[in-house]
């Protein structure tokens, strides 16, 4: 009997390793890794230094962060770029666009690397939509853009400051002015065909006070997407630059959501 007493002990915590084994490896082993590595996209006009306040504070917080400089004569030759970045991460990684960049991040979040979108005062179209297609119906206030017949557009230095970097030093937005890349009129009329945040999370900042993308095309933007949304008061389209604290604090929140 007592032999007896013994096996069916035996028996009974010998079943329950077996179902805690059964029900808790499984959940255990699927427990993603954190995201750790980041893309960061320019917009027109702008190249990819201007990501620097915010790269630093990545940096700082242990994130492997990759800035794309795309040449801007090209939607495909842009998209090309970011794909080159892409294909050298890691492992996952969170992709953020400013501005035009927001379409380029757009068609370039399909890609299997890429875990969630974060967009800064950026387009985000949808399939058969272009920027420029977006823009007419939520125009923006700037009118300083300048089409040569070369077919790269630029923004009027003398007018750059107010509309695409009213919230920094008046010496910054100068020299962001003399050193803008003009950029080939062709891009902000591409047409989405694929939008990644149809299928994948998305985070977006909407800078308030921006003259160069109308607040409220990013609102609807955000809203259409599902976004996880922050507005950011007196922001300009220089917002990246201008507010990295916030910039860095919400693709840390991408960076961290897409594994809760």
């Given at each position: 009997?007592?032999?007896?007493?013994?096996?069916?002990?035996?028996?009974?915590?010998?079943?329950?390793?077996?179902f805690?084994?059964?029900?808790?490896?499984?959940?255990?082993?699927?427990?993603?890794?954190?995201?750790?590595?980041?893309?960061?996209?320019?917009?027109?006009?702008?190249?990819?230094?201007?990501?620097?306040?915010?790269?630093d504070?990545?940096?700082?917080?242990?994130?492997?962060?990759?800035?794309?400089?795309?040449?801007?004569t090209?939607?495909?030759?842009?998209?090309?770029?970011?794909?080159?970045?892409?294909?050298?991460?890691?492992?996952?990684?969170?992709?953020?666009?400013?501005?035009?960049?927001?379409g380029?991040?757009?068609?370039?979040?399909?890609?299997?690397?890429?875990?969630?979108?974060?967009?800064?005062?950026?387009?985000?179209?949808?399939?058969?939509?272009?920027?420029?297609?977006?823009?007419?119906?939520?125009?923006?206030a700037?009118?300083?853009?300048q089409?040569?017949?070369?077919?790269?557009?630029?923004?009027?230095?003398a007018?750059?400051?107010?509309?695409?970097?009213?919230?920094?030093?008046?010496?910054?937005?100068?020299?962001?002015?003399?050193?803008?890349?003009?950029t080939?009129?062709?891009?902000?009329?591409?047409?989405i065909?694929n939008?990644?945040?149809?299928?994948?999370?998305s985070?977006?900042?909407v800078?308030?006070?921006?003259?160069?993308?109308?607040?409220?095309?990013?609102?609807?933007y955000?809203?259409?997407?599902?976004?996880?949304?922050?507005?950011?008061?007196?922001?300009?389209?220089?917002?990246?630059?201008?507010?990295?604290?916030?910039?860095?604090?919400?693709?840390?929140?991408?960076?961290?959501?897409?594994i809760?």
């Open positions: 009997m007592k032999n007896r007493s013994k096996s069916i002990i035996r028996l009974m915590v010998t079943g329950s390793i077996v805690a084994a059964l029900f808790t490896s499984p959940v255990q082993a699927q427990q993603p890794a954190p995201v750790k590595n980041i893309v960061l996209v320019h917009g027109a006009f702008v190249d990819g230094s201007g990501w620097k306040p915010v790269y504070i990545l940096v700082s917080k242990g994130y492997h962060v990759s800035v794309v400089q795309q040449p801007l090209s939607f495909d030759a842009d998209l090309a770029a970011v794909k080159r970045t892409l294909d050298l991460q890691s492992g996952p990684c969170i992709l953020v666009g400013h501005s035009y960049g927001g380029l991040i757009t068609e370039a979040g399909n890609d299997p690397h890429v875990v969630g979108l974060v967009y800064i005062a950026a387009h985000a179209p949808d399939k058969g939509e272009s920027e420029a297609g977006n823009g007419k119906f939520f125009p923006p700037y009118k300083s853009l089409k040569p017949a070369n077919g790269f557009d630029y923004i009027d230095p007018q750059f400051p107010a509309d695409f970097a009213g919230d920094l030093p008046i010496k910054q937005a100068v020299f962001m002015a003399n050193a803008q890349m003009p080939a009129d062709g891009v902000f009329h591409a047409v065909q939008p990644a945040w149809r299928t994948k999370p985070w977006y900042m800078a308030k006070a921006d003259r160069i993308i109308n607040p409220d095309l990013e609102r609807m955000a809203k259409r997407a599902g976004s996880h949304t922050v507005e950011i008061e007196g922001a300009s389209h220089s917002v990246f630059e201008s507010h990295p604290k916030e910039v860095a604090r919400l693709i840390i929140d991408a960076a961290t959501g897409v809760k």
